[in-house]
């Protein structure tokens, strides 16, 4: 059974800086495309950035130059650094198969503010 397991996720001042992880377990990523999606409170999920098993990466664009995804096939891991960050960028992060496997982790909080 697959298992997705995102942290480091916290409170952050606007401007500042976090990295997420999300560990894969039960699959090889190596062959997937990945991705993060967040989801702000009474919005839908939305994605964020994505990864391809080549590394080639894709970015929305309330979040492009901001953000960096980048993956570890022999850790089996996603991450997502996010620098500058905003208000807006308040949500839970997930990460996830691109399209999305239909089951996802317990996500990571990240909290934006003053």
């Known amino acids: 059974q697959v298992q997705l397991v995102e942290s480091g996720g916290g409170l952050v001042q606007p401007g500042g800086s976090l990295r997420l992880s999300c560990v894969v377990s039960?699959?090889?990523?190596?062959?997937?495309?990945m991705a993060w999606y967040r989801q702000a409170p009474g919005k839908q999920r939305e994605l964020v950035a994505d990864?391809?098993?080549?590394?080639?990466?894709m970015y929305d664009d309330s979040v492009k130059g901001r953000f960096t995804i980048s993956r570890d096939n022999a850790k089996n891991t996603v991450s997502l650094q996010m620098n500058s960050l905003k208000p807006d960028d308040t949500a839970v992060y997930y990460c996830?198969?691109?399209?999305?496997?239909?089951?996802w982790g317990q996500g990571t909080q990240v909290t934006v503010s003053s």
């Open positions: 996830n198969h691109l399209p999305d496997w239909g089951y």
């Open positions: 039960g699959r090889s990523l190596r062959f997937y495309t």
């Open positions: 990864i391809t098993s080549g590394g080639s990466t």
